[in-house]
């Protein structure tokens, strides 16, 4: 077996999605201490420790407690080299979920056991099965009081539409937790809390043992021999082409905050999931195996490091070796270029890398050139990867700046934050850049905006929030816009590349302006 090919083998590239609050930046951290990659998991919330989880590393998110952009972390496990993208659970910045769930071959969903299924949960998972991703399931905080285990099942086959398959079973919860049975093994693994450290006690005792009911009691040792024969007799058998084809989610159950059941988890999980896939482009697709490189940008973040006000674009590599100082084929901008100090991520912390291949996410360094969605390639491949759609924004407000001799501080942090994709900005036609209408598609967006403006660019903004809840492009270009015959609640509006859109405060707005102008065609979508 080729190096090449060897190397590919061993990526596992996966995203971490979730409701706010299920867990998932703990459960993230458990999995970077098996991997070595940290010594001491930071609590998210935890007031007595100043350690903050690692994943969330903007100023914002440890005053908050939580995640709002996707961090890429990266650690090897057992010979795997894996790639974890932690998302932001918050529906508000879902956009940045969204893109980061197109650079991911599977996803971890993540659930709380007392809550069950939540909205966002469902908004993230139609993504994953209109791409057809794998999912695995982890329902977490089984050492809380949980809902009955087949009530979640059912929540999940319910809610979501998706077969389960569980691959362990939860004996109680709560302060009944006692572990959980391990199907595979047909053996229950005892569970000791241990303050989240690495090393857990593990206590494995085989299910026909006869310590067994002395382990559990008499009442926990029936309920568990009748929910294994109800398992047994009842349930989705494991079936590992329904589960790649995104047709059947594993379910595990377990404790990320006390680290019970994560490292099995983990295990089954790199059994279960494949090396990098073929993605789709253009003409075809590209072949992970494959000689060429090639690699699509999904994310852009300025500032990461404000000492340098930097600004680094986030890429999935999709086939291929990439080498440091290889000349690549930039194909929206039609150009040869050397993609310099390139890195490998963990949050916030970064380290120049040599080289890396399919599956693995990389940043370098983007003086200003790349979009999200471009792609990098050799020359002679020259594929282009599908465009990563964006979302029309429904919250939408003026800003400026209080002090105008910081006009140009103004212009540059929010046209950055702009291309990163977090929000969208509009203009009145003729009206100069001390401005500007800002469209997001969640209102906590607005608030990362004002801070980062602060403290990243030293700008102080004035907000005024906007009636607007609807946004649609004009794309007929004949079109007179002097002469369009409008509501008095639509305003007309520039983007930042001249093409007109109206903005409209209810749908009778948006009928009333097909209505009175023949001919006038809208759409929901801007094209990138």
Not at 91 to 104: H, V
Not at 189 to 205: D, P, R
Not at 307 to 320: L, P, T, V, W, Y
């Amino acid at each position: 077996m080729s190096n090449l090919v060897e190397e590919i083998n061993k990526r596992r590239t996966f995203a971490i999605i979730s409701h706010p609050d299920a867990g998932k930046t703990t459960l993230t951290e458990k999995l970077l201490l098996y991997g070595g990659a940290i010594n001491l998991a930071g609590s998210v919330k935890g007031k007595r420790t100043s350690k903050h989880a690692v994943s969330d590393w903007m100023e914002i998110e440890k005053q908050r407690g939580i995640s709002v952009t996707s961090s890429v972390l990266q650690f090897k496990y057992n010979g795997y080299c894996i790639n974890i993208l932690d998302t932001p659970g918050h529906q508000d910045f879902s956009e940045d979920t969204y893109r980061t769930l197109m650079a991911a071959d599977s996803a971890v969903m993540v659930i709380d056991g007392s809550k069950g299924v939540e909205n966002q949960t469902i908004k993230l998972f139609k993504v994953c099965v209109m791409r057809h991703i794998p999912i695995i399931t982890f329902i977490n905080k089984m050492d809380r009081d949980s809902k009955n285990p087949f009530d979640l099942l059912e929540d999940i086959e319910n809610v979501l539409g998706i077969h389960t398959c569980p691959m362990n079973w939860p004996i109680g919860s709560g302060k009944e937790f006692r572990g959980v049975y391990d199907r595979k093994t047909k053996s229950v693994l005892s569970f000791t809390a241990n303050n989240g450290q690495k090393e857990v006690e593990k206590q494995v005792t085989d299910i026909h043992s006869e310590n067994l009911e002395k382990l559990l009691g008499p009442y926990q040792y029936k309920d568990l021999m009748d929910d294994v024969e109800l398992l047994d007799g009842a349930g989705d058998d494991f079936d590992l082409e329904a589960v790649r084809s995104g047709k059947l989610t594993p379910v595990f159950f377990g404790s990320a905050l006390t680290n019970f059941g994560v490292e099995p988890f983990l295990e089954e999980f790199l059994n279960i999931t494949t090396p990098p896939l073929p993605r789709e482009t253009i003409s075809g697709t590209v072949d992970p195996f494959s000689d060429d490189f090639s690699a699509f940008v999904f994310k852009i973040q300025a500032n990461m490091n404000k000492a340098h006000r930097d600004r680094i674009a986030f890429m999935r590599i999709c086939s291929g070796k990439f080498e440091k100082d290889m000349e690549v084929f930039h194909v929206q901008g039609n150009r040869k270029m050397r993609l310099s100090q390139p890195q490998q991520i963990m949050a916030q912390e970064r380290e120049v890398i040599e080289e890396a291949y399919a599956g693995d996410i990389i940043g370098v360094f983007d003086p200003g050139v790349f979009s999200i969605g471009d792609t990098i390639c050799t020359a002679k491949n020259k594929a282009q990867f599908k465009g990563i759609p964006t979302f029309a924004p429904e919250h939408f407000c003026r800003v400026r700046q209080k002090d105008t001799m910081k006009r140009k501080q103004f212009i540059k942090g929010t046209n950055q934050i702009a291309q990163e994709g977090a929000i969208q900005i509009f203009q009145e036609p003729e009206a100069g850049m001390e401005e500007v209408i800002v469209g997001v598609v969640g209102v906590l967006q607005f608030d990362v905006l004002k801070y980062r403006l602060e403290n990243e660019y030293n700008v102080d903004i004035i907000m005024e929030n906007l009636p607007f809840q609807f946004i649609r492009w004009i794309i007929n270009d004949e079109i007179d816009i002097k002469s369009l015959n409008l509501a008095s609640d639509t305003k007309i509006i520039q983007d930042l590349k001249g093409n007109y859109l109206l903005l409209f405060t209810s749908e009778w707005s948006i009928s009333w302006a097909l209505e009175h102008n023949k001919g006038l065609e809208l759409q929901e979508f801007g094209n990138n």
